[in-house]
């Protein structure tokens, strides 16, 4: 059984900063891929960032060049580090990974952007 639990959501200030975390259960995470979205009230779930089993990124248009996300295999964790943050990133942020056909997703970790 796969589990992932994320954590570091939270309250800030517009242009403030965060660093999420997703820790996964079992040792065949270092195989694959892992996602983070973010879902806002009102909005369906969107694509934020992704990190290959290798390391390579992907981000969506609207938060790169201010989040970076990024693995440590050997703690079953990756990292969303989100810098610069504004209004319109206050959502509930999940991670995902997909083993097979499978999606499992975390439970999400609200995260509030608001002076």
């Known amino acids: 059984q796969v589990q992932l639990v994320e954590s570091g959501g939270g309250l800030v200030q517009p242009g403030g900063s965060l660093r999420l975390s997703c820790a996964a259960s079992?040792?065949?995470?270092?195989?694959?891929?892992m996602g983070w979205y973010r879902q806002a009230p009102g909005k369906q779930r969107e694509w934020v960032a992704s990190?290959?089993?290798?390391?390579?990124?992907n981000y969506a248009d609207s938060v790169k060049g201010r989040f970076t996300v990024s693995r440590d295999n050997a703690k079953n964790t990756v990292y969303l580090q989100m810098n610069s943050l504004k209004p319109e990133d206050t959502a509930v942020y999940y991670c995902?990974?997909?083993?097979?056909?499978?999606?499992?997703w975390g439970q999400g970790t609200q995260v509030t952007v608001s002076s």
């Open positions: 079992g040792s065949i995470f270092s195989r694959y891929a």
């Open positions: 990190i290959t089993s290798g390391g390579s990124t």
């Open positions: 995902k990974v997909r083993i097979l056909t499978v999606d499992y």
